[in-house]
């Protein structure tokens, strides 16, 4: 996929507003429910599975990064109880599942995004149809580093030298993924919005054309 020509500090600006704005729900469900999100429990084998808020209590920023790096399908990284006991063990967690509800319209909340950032970008001026999927998935310029970074900062400390936080392999996953992916289907129905406005006109003029003949 060629970005040749591809103006990219304009689809990176749209990437990074994608990213931030799908932050803002995962904060205000983080906000709403951070009872839930403590009162998950962990398990342990050392120890006993527990609630969360006995292991590790993350701020409110912080469990909202977790979901919202839930919502591209990406775990959290958590330690088990045991750590309580010394042993630095971790486990998977998707707070999104054990929350529930509500929750899990956070899920739609990237790709509707991302679509609509890939969608923005081809219908902007100077953006030929030719570029469609490249320039809708282009977006992934703003988007990628974001999530990227936000999987090394965005951790919570449980113990020492042990720290909860997004699991890295499938953030980087997520983070190339889910921009390119619904970056180009944005691009996509932006062309075909466009193919159909053009078609119509046709029709229209053509329509015209009939009429002053007859």
């Not at 060629?2 to 205000?28: K, Q």
């Not at 088990?80 to 739609?108: E, I, K, P, Q, S």
């Not at 392999?169 to 053009?198: C, D, H, N, T």
């Amino acid at each position: 996929m060629a970005f040749t020509h591809v103006p990219l500090r304009r689809s990176a600006a749209l990437g990074l507003a994608a990213a931030l704005l799908g932050y803002l729900p995962a904060f205000a469900l983080a906000t709403l429910r951070r009872s839930a999100m403590l009162a998950v429990e962990l398990p342990g084998d050392l120890r006993d599975p527990a609630p969360m808020r006995e292991v590790l209590e993350p701020g409110t920023a912080t469990a909202a990064g977790w979901l919202w790096y839930n919502a591209h399908l990406v775990p959290t990284s958590v330690p088990t109880t045991d750590v309580l006991a010394g042993r630095a063990t971790l486990t998977n967690v998707n707070f999104l599942n054990a929350v529930g509800g509500v929750a899990f319209l956070l899920y739609l909340v990237p790709p509707v995004l991302l679509v609509a950032a890939g969608y923005a970008f081809v219908r902007s001026d100077g953006i030929g149809l030719s570029m469609a999927v490249s320039g809708g998935a282009s977006v992934a310029v703003g988007y990628t580093p974001l999530l990227v970074l936000g999987a090394f900062l965005i951790t919570a400390p449980a113990a020492e030298h042990v720290a909860a936080g997004p699991a890295g392999i499938p953030s980087l996953f997520a983070a190339l993924v889910y921009p390119v992916v619904f970056g180009a289907l944005g691009g996509v129905l932006a062309k075909k919005r466009v193919q159909a406005i053009e078609a119509a006109d046709e029709e229209g003029d053509a329509g015209e054309g009939t009429t002053e003949t007859t």
